[in-house]
C-alpha cells in the first residue's frame, strides 16, 4: 500500500479515501507502510492514517460537515461503533498535503452551508501533530474547525493548537471512575482535566454522551454528568446519541468480543429523559 499524496509516485490506494459513511470496514490498508515511515509522519505530521473522509454530515458540529475519520484509538469502549479505527494502520496512509487538497475542494460549499470541517476518529490526537496541521490549513482556508475527541490526550495540544479550534465535540462516557474504566478501558481524570482547560479558556464545546441501556444510562451518573458540563460554563450543548447496533458487524468481522449483542437500543422516552435531565442542569441538550 503506498502513500497517498495525489502524485503517481506511490502506489494509490485500492481504496476510495471518500466512503459513503464511516461504517464501511477497513483493515490493514496502511500496513505495507515502513514502520520507520510511520514514526518519521507522528512526529512530523506530514503524514497521516485515515479511515476516508466523508461529506454531508448534519450531525457533526454546526451546518453540514465534511469529516475526516482518523484511525488509532487507546480507549475500547465497549459500544464502539468502529472498531476497524482502533487499529492506526488498519487507515490509509495521506500525506496532509493530499488531505489539505480534499478539503479545499469543499470549502466553498462548506462556507455556503454555514457547515466546515469536523476531524474525528478513532482518536484525532493519536495523530496529534496530523491533526494540528490539517485543523490549521483548514481554518486558514476559512473552514469552521471541529475536533471530535474523546479527550484523554488533549494536553498534547498546545494554547496555540486550540486556536484553530472553533469548536470541540468532548465525548464524555460516564462518572464514576471505575464505570469508565470498566466501559472504555481508561481513566477518566485527562479527559475532565481538558474539560476543565477548555472551559478556562472559553473553548466553545458540545458535549456528546452516548447512552446504552444499563450501561451508561443510569439516571445518577447522568445527573453528574450534567452537573459537571453545566458548571464549565463553555457547553454550548449535549448531544444524546442512542446506541445502535450499526457497528456490530465489524466486531464480529474484527474476530472481537462484543458484549452488547443483546443490547438493545434506548427507548425515544429514554433518550428524552436523560436530555430532560441536562435541561434541568442548564442545558442546551438534543
Ligand atoms: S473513543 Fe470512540 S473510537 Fe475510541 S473506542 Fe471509544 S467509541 Fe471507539
Redesign the pocket.
Known amino acids: 500500500m503506498g502513500i497517498s499524496d495525489g502524485s503517481n509516485q506511490h502506489r494509490a490506494p485500492q481504496v476510495a479515501l471518500e466512503a459513503s459513511s464511516p461504517f464501511e470496514l477497513r483493515v490493514n490498508l496502511g500496513r505495507g507502510v515502513p514502520e520507520s515511515d510511520v514514526r518519521t509522519a507522528l512526529a512530523t505530521g506530514d503524514m497521516g492514517f485515515l479511515h476516508s473522509f466523508t461529506t454531508g454530515s448534519a450531525v457533526d458540529g454546526p451546518g453540514i460537515r465534511v469529516v475526516a475519520w482518523t484511525t488509532g484509538?487507546?480507549?475500547?469502549?465497549q459500544?464502539?461503533?468502529?472498531?476497524d479505527?482502533?487499529t492506526m494502520s488498519n487507515g490509509i496512509p495521506v500525506t496532509l498535503a493530499k488531505a489539505t487538497e480534499q478539503l479545499r475542494k469543499y470549502r466553498h460549499g462548506l462556507k455556503v452551508m454555514s457547515g466546515g470541517f469536523t476531524l474525528s476518529?478513532?482518536?484525532p490526537l493519536m495523530q496529534c501533530r496530523f491533526a494540528v496541521k490539517l485543523l490549521a490549513a483548514a481554518k486558514a482556508m476559512g473552514i469552521h474547525t471541529a475536533l471530535d475527541t474523546?479527550g484523554y490526550l488533549g494536553d498534547r495540544l498546545t494554547d496555540e493548537d486550540l486556536e484553530n479550534i472553533d469548536l470541540v465535540l468532548l465525548?464524555i462516557?460516564g462518572w464514576n471512575a471505575d464505570r469508565h474504566r470498566h466501559l472504555?478501558g481508561m481513566e477518566i481524570g485527562p479527559v475532565l482535566d481538558f474539560a476543565c482547560r477548555l472551559a478556562a479558556r472559553r473553548k466553545p464545546v458540545w458535549v456528546r454522551f452516548?447512552m446504552v441501556p444499563g450501561l451508561t444510562d443510569s439516571p445518577e451518573e447522568i445527573a453528574q454528568i450534567a452537573s459537571f458540563a453545566a458548571g464549565l460554563a463553555n457547553v454550548a450543548r449535549v448531544d444524546v446519541l442512542p446506541f445502535h447496533q450499526m457497528g456490530r458487524f465489524k466486531w464480529k468481522e474484527l474476530g472481537l468480543n462484543y458484549t452488547l449483542d443483546q443490547t438493545e437500543s434506548p427507548s425515544t422516552e429514554a433518550v428524552e429523559r436523560a436530555c430532560a435531565q441536562f435541561r434541568a442542569a442548564g442545558l442546551t441538550a438534543y
Open positions: 484509538c487507546q480507549f475500547r469502549c459500544y464502539c461503533h468502529n472498531p479505527t482502533w476518529g478513532g482518536e474523546n465525548d462516557k472504555t452516548v
